[in-house]
């Protein structure tokens, strides 16, 4: 069974930082573009970065451009998301999605399979 499975995520205050992780079971991320996106209730989905399946391209949305970074590790199988300087405007239900090709997109509807989804709350 093919799954992605997002951690790292928690209470933090603001200022503060996180890291996700996305690991994949059942399948290799070798030749998947990966994004992240966020939805916090009442909120429309957001696309928070992307990584290209060879990590050669990265991109962010203009909300957490040089706050966030996104990397990957195939030998692990695994995508991260480094949040830093984490601001309550942050907070939204967080999940990595997988799609196998070369450019990533930013549109949820473009990717074939996405993970459970991590809770990141910013409060003080």
């Known amino acids: 069974q093919l799954q992605l499975v997002e951690s790292g995520g928690g209470l933090v205050q603001p200022g503060g930082s996180l890291r996700l992780s996305c690991a994949a079971s059942g399948f290799t991320l070798d030749y998947y573009c990966i994004g992240w996106f966020r939805q916090a209730p009442g909120k429309e989905r957001e696309g928070v970065s992307y990584i290209s399946s060879s990590g050669g391209s990265t991109n962010y949305g203009v909300s957490v451009k040089g706050r966030f970074t996104i990397s990957r590790d195939n030998a692990k199988n695994t995508v991260y998301l480094q949040m830093n300087s984490l601001k309550p405007e942050d907070t939204a239900v967080y999940y990595c999605?997988?799609?196998?090709?070369?450019?990533?997109?930013?549109?949820?509807?473009?990717?074939?399979?996405w993970g459970q989804g991590t809770q990141v709350t910013v409060s003080s």
């Open positions: 999605l997988a799609v196998r090709r070369r450019m990533c997109s930013w549109y949820s509807r473009d990717y074939d399979y």
